[in-house]
């Protein structure tokens, strides 16, 4: 299994950004699919975006056009730029590796972080 820490979170004014990192331990990370989830209090992890290890990239749509998923292979690291950010985005972000199918249910991720807060103020 790969190790991930997340990091980047914190406190933003609604229409802010923040830039998430995801750091990957390992010498595969490139043949990885990776993505991003969310937990608000009381309610299900649910997908943010994903990554496949080739490039494609697929969004929630709640944050279609707002969010934007990438990767460095070289640095072992995924991203997750968020911008126009809205109250309703406040959650703890975690990332996630597949080394089998990609897709947005969180069952095909084996590897997690530990997770980093954002919060959105009104």
Do not use: H
Not at 7 to 28: F, H
Not at 49 to 66: C, E, K, L, N, P
């Amino acid at each position: 299994q790969v190790q991930l820490v997340e990091s980047g979170g914190g406190l933003v004014q609604a229409g802010g950004s923040l830039r998430l990192s995801c750091a990957a331990s390992g010498r595969t990370f490139s043949s990885y699919n990776m993505g991003w989830f969310r937990q608000a209090p009381g309610k299900e992890r649910e997908f943010v975006a994903g990554i496949m290890w080739r490039g494609s990239t697929s969004y929630a749509d709640a944050v279609q056009g707002r969010f934007t998923i990438s990767r460095d292979n070289a640095k072992n690291t995924v991203y997750l730029q968020m911008n126009s950010l809205k109250p309703e985005d406040t959650a703890v972000y975690y990332c996630a590796s597949s080394n089998a199918t990609y897709g947005s249910n969180r069952d095909l991720y084996d590897s997690w972080g530990q997770g980093t807060q954002v919060t959105v103020s009104s």
